[in-house]
């Protein structure tokens, strides 16, 4: 059973930072997807940052040279640091896990994940 609990959230001012963490538990360990996602209020949820056994990395325009997503698969953490936030940050954010089959050549932005953790809430005020 896969089982994933962020931590990290906060407030913080524009152009602050914020490390999120996700502790990860019953993936597979050769092969799988993890990443983060966001909702704001009144949008729909989506992902900003992938990664990969396959060591990919893939990251959301909107995102794109302000997060950076890494793993610790020594401690199964997840971690999404998040700098130069905006206001537009402002989301509840989520990791997901899947697990893939070996030699499966899909693209982890694009995959549809049934693993969930229960979010942790990131407030960037202007």
């Known amino acids: 059973q896969v089982r994933l609990l962020e931590s990290g959230g906060g407030s913080v001012q524009a152009g602050g930072s914020l490390r999120l963490s996700c502790a990860a538990s019953?993936?597979?360990?050769?092969?799988?997807?993890l990443g983060w996602f966001r909702q704001a209020p009144g949008k729909d949820r989506g992902g900003i940052a992938t990664i990969g056994s396959d060591g990919d990395i893939r990251y959301a325009d909107s995102v794109k040279g302000r997060f950076n997503i890494s793993l610790d698969a020594a401690k199964n953490i997840l971690y999404l640091q998040m700098n130069s936030l905006k206001p537009d940050d402002t989301a509840m954010y989520y990791c997901a896990a899947e697990n893939t089959r070996p030699g499966w050549a899909g693209s982890c932005a694009r995959l549809s994940y049934n693993n969930w953790g229960q979010g942790t809430q990131v407030t960037v005020s202007s």
């Open positions: 019953g993936y597979s360990r050769r092969n799988y997807c």
